[in-house]
């Protein structure tokens, strides 16, 4: 049997059910989430107080997130849950801590990493200015504090989100300017047989789209933000259409180009990376279980690769079996050959949906010299371009040493994509062959003072 508990990072959809897997058998692991409450992107709980329903928080998923709420709720006596809690770094077989302007240290027994997503960004001119916000942040902040980021929005970019959002922010009772999705229709009818293997999610996304053209929202396929402008705030978007440019007022944008997975608690804890070429980005490997490169360390959920929220709760109970089962605990060998079922199916479905709204490979192209690709050190396309000039880097973490890009704040997580992107189009090679910025701790920022003591600590 394991030593010490075993540990999950992340309390979304993954996160709880493998949680409430390992307690159904006499477990009581460790549920580490920076987040205040548990539910993870999707499910993320309003603070104490807010009284808005389920229903008008989650729409569709009110009868999941309930359920994933009500779960977790359970389990309260039965997990050790360290909510406001970020894993920012691992030391050995030690889990580095920050919690309430403090840090400790936890020593990990077998470790779940559900860490989920985050939006991937491809820049545009103008998307530092005030009032331009990714898809996801503009989410958040209606379903977390109940707040719209302008009176009339305009949302662009491409995948389910924009649609789902576009429909959140008009049925909250904001001007949604326009919709522009990067991709085209006809991408969309291509994918429809693959995504007709989850059917129900199909129908959910077919739905947003029809009420937004129901509701006299501007839905413009293949249309592409070319600068945000404004003085001090963002006042209107140029835009074109392939054929045309156009410009529209708004005091707001919310913009992005789907997901991308959390990954780099992964790669501290040493799991062994790879391309996939579906979500064109270098993931952690893991097996059809969860299990990675590493013995003890399972991943479940988007952190693993974008799968969607129901993906992520059979992942995240697949993941508990599969520790349970290595570390001599009897389980029921059918459900994981379920859970392994549901997952294969779904992952046709999420062809389907890259199919529906595909990246734009020609991104970088487009990309002018003076467009900002990392807003932590202000470092532009025609920087990075030059530096390939200039040295012949041909790796990214070469570029970011040579350049500062990704050494920011954010530690390549919001430009990391974008500068892959310019260095592949800049140096002729395929995206998977420029590398990835490696993980770098602290994974989040942190007060100074912090990684002071720890290093103490450690020392
Ligand atoms: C902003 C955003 C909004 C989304 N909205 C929707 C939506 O409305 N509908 C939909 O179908 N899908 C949505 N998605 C996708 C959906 O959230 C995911 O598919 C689903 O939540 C995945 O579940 P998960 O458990 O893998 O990860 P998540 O739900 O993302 O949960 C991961 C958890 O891990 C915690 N975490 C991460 N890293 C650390 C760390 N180092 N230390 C401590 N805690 C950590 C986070 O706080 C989070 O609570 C959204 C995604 C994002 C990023």
Known sequence: MMGASPVIVGAGPAGVRAAQALVAHGLRPVVIDEAPRWGGQIYRQPPPGFLRSKATLYGFEAKRADAVHATMNTLLGRVDYRPNTLVWNVEGDRLLLLSEGRTSSLKRGPLIVASGATDRVLPFPGWTLPGVYTLGAAQIALKYQGCAIGSRVVLAGTGPLLYLVAYQYAK???????????????????????????????????????????????????????????????????????????????????????????????DLLGCSFSFDTLQRAHLPQCDAAGRTSVAGVYLAGDGAGIRGADA???????????????????VDTSREQQLERRLKRNLTFRRGLERAFPFPADWAAHASDDLVVCRCEEITAGELRQVVRDTGAIELNRLKALSRVGMGRCQGRICGAAAAEILAHATGQPIQLVGRLRGQAPIKPLPFTVVEAATEEIA
């Open 312 to 330: 992520a709760e059979w992942a995240g109970e697949r993941a508990a079996l599969a520790l349970l089962a290595d570390n001599g605990v009897a």
């Open 172 to 266: 909250a009772g904001a001007e949604v300017a326009a919709v522009l999705d990067s991709a085209s229709f006809s991408d969309k009818l291509a994918a429809a047989p693959a995504m007709l293997h989850e059917p129900a999610v199909f129908a959910k996304g077919l739905y947003y789209l029809a009420w937004l053209k129901a509701h006299g929202v501007a839905v413009h396929q293949r249309a592409w933000p070319l600068r945000a402008s404004g003085k001090r705030h963002v006042e209107a978007l140029a835009w074109h259409d392939g054929h045309r440019h156009h410009t529209i007022d708004c005091d707001a944008i919310g913009f992005g180009h789907a997901l991308r997975s959390e990954t780099q608690l992964a």
